[in-house]
Nanobody
Framework: QVQLVESGGASVQAGGSLRLSCAAS????????MGWFRQAPGKEREGVAH????????RYADSVKVRFTISRDNAKNTLYLQMNSLKPEDTAMYYC????????????????????WGQGTQVTVSS
């Protein structure tokens, strides 16, 4: 089992920046990849960014490319999402998620491929 706790959400003005963090605990040695997802009221959960835990290889949704950067600190078992040039449409609850050996699938931004989830952190961007 892997436990995830997000932090760093806040209310900011358009054009601002935030850095989200996700602390992983439990059987983290089994982690293969992690991702950031977001869900706005009335909308489906959307994959934002994905990273392979060992190699650091990343992929992003088109809507956040260039503006967002996903990274990880393997020694601290922590995932980050640096968000720059924030827009009102980035307003959502942001979740981190993880997949592990034998549980989940890496390489996609599909929420169904990730079995482990945090509780979410709210990001609100005002115009």
């Amino acid at each position: 089992q892997v436990q995830l706790v997000e932090s760093g959400g806040a209310s900011v003005q358009a054009g601002g920046s935030l850095r989200l963090s996700c602390a992983a605990s439990g059987y983290t040695r089994s982690t293969t990849c992690m991702g950031w997802f977001r869900q706005a009221p009335g909308k489906e959960r959307e994959g934002v960014a994905h990273i392979l835990w060992l190699s650091g290889s990343t992929r992003y949704a088109d809507s956040v490319k260039v503006r967002f950067t996903i990274s990880r600190d393997n020694a601290k078992n922590t995932l980050y999402l640096q968000m720059n040039s924030l827009k009102p449409e980035d307003t959502a609850m942001y979740y981190c998620a993880a997949a592990a050996y034998g549980n989940g699938k890496c390489g996609t931004l599909a929420a169904g491929d990730f079995p482990y989830w945090g509780q979410g952190t709210q990001v609100t961007v005002s115009s």
